[in-house]
């Protein structure tokens, strides 16, 4: 149940965290807003990161960070459709991410790189398969929320000849309707077979969309029951791209509530054998020492911390406070230790985990 980790991701957990790290979070909806005011808004967010830090770190440090932020900010690609980007820079490390999820503005300067976002915006693209059939074509897509490309396009045509090359079994056939179900069959095993191997590198739901006769056969041969989502009735092979993610959307729908309802009864069972750390003083604790194994958190919760005596404790911020001990979310540095040893993350929406103080931890032991 490991997230399945992104490039960018990767990299970003792979950096060493090297002070300061700059985490710039910005909408960046150029269909929307101008040029002028998205380079505008830059500008200003460029602005106040060179105030903090030159207010808070040797002016040569300063000075690298904020030049190379500049630099990326002079290349950022304006024809994009993504809804937000964020920047990330570092004395050592520099990296531009585009996101499909919309975000408030976030400027966070700390030791390590604020990477919520980019867990949330993979977790947000739902990506699953279609299984788009006809009585003599098949095709299997990868789609998303957005949009899906054909992997793989395949007709019962092929099959014929191999039919036609055995003369005594044509000669038994009692009508042409016994010789279509004969191809029909051939056919609807071989895109099984080519489905199963999609399937084993990547483990999507899958939609199987089609008329009710060649639905139900192919439901009663196949062998990857566990892996269809749900079965479409109907005859969409004409329909566009757009039709396509309309029909399938109320299924991945259904499948997010089903998801949810796992979650919490994964919670209850955890609660029960005294797996589960509830809170974020509590779950800060147990993943400091390498106990996550599934986090739940509301997708809007943040906790401004500060550090306690030693690393497994943290207090809530209190004014005064000393800015080296100062941990600006301490549940993005919960997320990045989690990933970093193998558990996984899941966000829930805001107020689901009233009860759980809006963060719980699934240990493994």
């Known amino acids: 149940m490991n997230t399945v980790l992104s490039q960018e991701l990767r990299e970003m ?36 990161v060179h105030s903090e830090l030159k207010d808070n770190y040797p002016i040569e440090i300063s000075s690298l960070v904020t030049k190379k932020l500049e630099k990326l900010i002079d290349n950022l690609d304006y024809t994009t459709d993504k809804k937000s980007i964020a920047i990330f820079v570092s004395p050592i490390f520099e990296k531009v991410v585009y996101l499909d999820i919309p975000v408030e503005k976030k400027i966070i300067i700390d030791e390590s790189f604020e990477i919520r976002d980019l867990v949330f915006s993979q977790k ?21 929320s957005k949009s ?19 003369p005594e079994r044509v000669a038994n056939f009692s009508d042409s309707s016994e010789r279509k179900e004969i191809v029909m069959d051939k056919f609807l095993h071989q895109v099984d077979k080519t489905l199963g ?19 139900g056969h192919f439901k009663k041969i196949s062998r990857h029951a566990e892996a269809i989502a749900g079965y479409i009735h109907g005859n969409f092979e004409e329909a566009s791209s757009e039709q396509l993610i309309e029909i399938v959307w109320p299924y991945i729908s259904e499948l997010e509530k089903k ?11 955890a609660e029960g054998k005294k797996q589960l750390a509830i809170g974020i003083r509590e779950v800060w604790r147990a993943a400091m020492n390498n106990k996550g194994r599934l986090l739940l958190v509301e997708k809007n919760f943040m906790y401004p911390a500060q550090r306690g005596s030693n690393e497994e404790t943290i207090y809530k911020l209190e004014e005064p406070y000393h800015k080296f001990s100062f ?18 993350v899941e966000f829930v929406d805001e107020g689901l985990l009233k009860e759980y103080h809006h963060i719980a931890l699934i240990q493994y032991y």
């Open 13 to 48: 957990l792979e950096t060493v965290n090297y002070r300061p790290a700059v985490s710039m979070i910005i909408p960046f909806e150029t269909r929307i807003s101008a040029y002028k005011e998205l380079a505008l808004t830059l500008k200003l967010a460029t602005g106040e």
């Open 124 to 144: 947000q693209i739902h990506k699953y398969l279609i299984l788009l059939l006809t009585g003599k074509k098949a095709r299997i897509c990868l789609g998303n």
């Open 148 to 166: 899906f490309v054909v992997l793989v396009s395949e007709t019962s045509e092929s099959f014929y000849p191999v039919i036609n090359d055995v």
């Open 197 to 215: 191997n999609i399937l084993s590198n990547s483990q999507l739901p899958v939609f199987v969309i089609g008329a009710d006769r060649i639905g």
């Open 259 to 269: 998801k949810q309802r796992q979650l919490f009864e994964q919670l209850e069972r």
């Open 327 to 344: 941990i600006k979310d301490a549940v993005d540095d919960v997320i990045e230790k989690v990933l970093k040893n193998g558990g996984d």
